[in-house]
């Protein structure tokens, strides 16, 4: 595939299916966006409204409007930003809450940092579209409080979640998958990301320190001499469990160069992009003949899950391409042609709208689990389009 096709398909698909099928999920009775699809593509009306969903919609549209410089996303980009000032921040304790009901009114309360993180991502880059101030300084205060309640200053990083009042909880777990544990790979992947991007428009000293800092702790704590990422720490970074997750794998390697970059420290850079390669060297045992990327490794049972999921495939995309652009890596360039061949073919829902949240290992499309809701969001597709149109233009 020639590059002028591939950036004319992936800017299709987000123009003519994901952003406008997020527009449909806007509420219009109780304001932001509706907090579910099921698989089927029935909407649920009265299901609860997620901070991550809202914050993501949030990012995305505001970084269409910048990147496509088409005022016209600055809607539903608005509306995300509206309704999470309103809404999901804690007037009393600060930082944003987990979940809301349909109507607004908080179900769950504690401060899970991955959370503190994307409402950061979106609001930041809203200012990046925009502009608005009262977005980047809601941005900046959910820094200074993750920085004051969260941050282990003995041993470096950020506990995974506090209560409402940011005091310790006994399940700090970010879902039912995880291991109830202090620290995980997947809520420092998802601090950093922030971080750079409030750093572009707020390059504050403290701020690049810290990014530097989470930095150093993957390349030290959280990479694995195999070139893989452990997914479960405590709080001394002791490493448990033994599953690797390709799609994290991947993500990581392109998200920490971006960091690097963003650092504007060359040593950083030159250190960083050895550790780049290894990250998406190792990630590429997860790629299967068909050009998906399977979805995790259990090391303890030598069992593969070979569903494709559709975030995983996302992150392939933009991680092999970041490795070509940067390294010309043109087997890397192939393998990320490869898997969005993969998401034409059987990932994109031609009927409804938007992608199927998996393919299951045998074929068959997962119907079961939501088009959108609390986890489906349009972050990963969209930024996947996103990155990969501008760095083509």
């Given at each position: 595939?020639?590059?002028?096709?591939?950036k004319?398909?992936?800017?299709?698909?987000?123009?003519?299916?994901?952003?406008?099928?997020?527009?449909?999920?806007?509420?219009?009775?109780?304001?932001g966006?509706?907090?579910?699809?099921?698989?089927?593509?029935?909407?649920h009306?009265?299901?609860?409204?997620?901070?991550?969903?809202?914050?993501?919609?949030?990012w995305?549209?505001?970084?269409?409007?910048?990147?496509?410089g088409?005022?016209?996303?600055?809607?539903?980009?608005?509306r995300?930003?509206?309704?999470?000032?309103?809404?999901?921040?804690?007037?009393?304790?600060?930082g944003?809450?987990?979940?809301?009901?349909?109507?607004?009114?908080p179900?769950?309360?504690?401060?899970?940092?991955?959370a503190?993180?994307?409402?950061?991502?979106?609001?930041?880059?809203y200012?990046?579209?925009?502009?608005?101030?009262?977005?980047?300084?809601?941005?900046?205060?959910?820094?200074?409080?993750?920085?004051?309640?969260?941050?282990?200053?003995?041993?470096?990083?950020?506990?995974?979640?506090?209560d409402?009042?940011?005091?310790?909880?006994?399940?700090?777990?970010?879902?039912?998958?995880?291991?109830?544990?202090?620290?995980?790979?997947?809520?420092?992947?998802?601090?950093?990301?922030?971080?750079?991007?409030?750093?572009?428009v707020?390059?504050?000293?403290l701020?690049?320190?810290?990014?530097?800092?989470?930095?150093?702790?993957?390349?030290e704590?959280?990479?694995?001499?195999?070139?893989?990422?452990?997914?479960?720490?405590?709080?001394?970074?002791?490493?448990h469990?033994d599953?690797?997750?390709?799609g994290?794998?991947?993500?990581?390697?392109?998200?920490?160069?971006?960091?690097?970059?963003?650092?504007?420290?060359?040593?950083?850079?030159?250190?960083?992009?050895?550790?780049?390669?290894?990250?998406?060297?190792?990630?590429?045992?997860g790629?299967?003949?068909?050009?998906?990327?399977?979805?995790?490794?259990?090391?303890?049972?030598?069992?593969?899950?070979?569903?494709r999921?559709?975030?995983?495939?996302?992150?392939?995309?933009?991680?092999?391409?970041?490795?070509?652009q940067h390294?010309?890596?043109?087997?890397?360039?192939?393998?990320?042609?490869?898997a969005?061949?993969?998401?034409?073919?059987?990932?994109?829902?031609?009927?409804?709208?938007?992608?199927?949240?998996?393919?299951?290992?045998?074929?068959?499309?997962?119907?079961?689990?939501?088009?959108a809701?609390?986890?489906?969001?349009?972050?990963?597709?969209g930024?996947?389009?996103?990155?990969?149109?501008?760095?083509?233009?």
């Amino acid at each position: 595939m020639d590059l002028d096709r591939f950036k004319q398909e992936l800017t299709d698909e987000l123009h003519n299916d994901v952003l406008p099928f997020w527009e449909r999920m806007a509420d219009p009775e109780h304001g932001g966006f509706y907090g579910r699809m099921d698989g089927r593509g029935e909407l649920h009306p009265e299901a609860p409204k997620g901070v991550v969903l809202n914050a993501r919609i949030l990012w995305t549209f505001s970084a269409a409007c910048r990147v496509s410089g088409n005022g016209e996303y600055l809607a539903a980009a608005a509306r995300a930003r509206d309704y999470l000032l309103e809404h999901f921040i804690d007037r009393r304790y600060g930082g944003v809450y987990w979940l809301l009901d349909h109507r607004g009114a908080p179900m769950e309360t504690r401060k899970q940092m991955y959370a503190q993180g994307f409402a950061i991502y979106g609001l930041s880059e809203y200012h990046r579209a925009t502009g608005d101030g009262e977005a980047l300084d809601a941005a900046v205060g959910l820094f200074r409080l993750v920085e004051q309640h969260a941050r282990d200053a003995r041993n470096g990083g950020y506990t995974e979640a506090l209560d409402r009042a940011w005091q310790p909880l006994s399940d700090m777990r970010l879902s039912d998958r995880d291991a109830n544990l202090s620290k995980t790979m997947n809520t420092h992947l998802h601090i950093i990301e922030p971080y750079v991007n409030l750093y572009r428009v707020w390059p504050n000293e403290l701020l690049g320190r810290r990014i530097r800092e989470l930095l150093a702790i993957f390349a030290e704590k959280i990479v694995g001499t195999d070139g893989h990422l452990g997914l479960f720490f405590d709080d001394g970074w002791q490493r448990h469990g033994d599953t690797v997750s390709y799609g994290h794998d991947i993500e990581a390697s392109w998200l920490l160069h971006e960091a690097a970059f963003v650092s504007g420290d060359d040593e950083l850079l030159a250190s960083a992009e050895s550790l780049v390669k290894r990250i998406a060297a190792a990630a590429v045992e997860g790629l299967q003949s068909d050009g998906g990327m399977a979805y995790e490794f259990d090391r303890a049972a030598g069992r593969t899950d070979l569903d494709r999921h559709w975030w995983v495939q996302a992150e392939t995309v933009a991680g092999y391409f970041n490795l070509w652009q940067h390294f010309g890596d043109t087997e890397a360039l192939q393998r990320a042609v490869g898997a969005w061949e993969y998401i034409k073919a059987h990932l994109i829902d031609r009927r409804r709208g938007e992608w199927f949240w998996s393919v299951r290992g045998d074929g068959s499309i997962n119907t079961t689990d939501d088009k959108a809701g609390p986890w489906k969001c349009p972050y990963h597709n969209g930024r996947m389009c996103l990155e990969i149109i501008d760095r083509l233009r």
